[in-house]
């Protein structure tokens, strides 16, 4: 998605993105639940795309699947309530096969 960035602030500068994309992004990540990675409907279709692809063997021995979030909202620590519409629909947590592993290596 699109987004804007520049520096905001006179005394105290900061960088800051803005945009429908960013604002996406921070429903997903206020919503939540510690210890889980939560993703998009998108997401989720494109790591599945992904790995049915060649070469990710490295993925398919972490990525276990999928597990759709059954709340009727999403809800912030704070009590905050946003709807799926705002993340563009339904939410997913990923599933892991060893809750050791990372993504990364």
Known sequence: ?????????????????????INYIEVLESTGIPSEVQVSIACKEEVERQLD???????????????????ETLETSKGEKHSYDEVGGRTFFVRFNNRQFSLLT
């Open 53 to 71: 692809g060649q070469n990710v063997e490295h993925l398919k021995a972490r990525i276990a699947g999928f597990d759709s979030r059954t709340s």
């Open 1 to 21: 998605g699109e987004c804007i960035g520049g520096v905001v602030g006179y005394e105290m500068q900061r960088y800051h993105l803005f945009g429908p994309l």
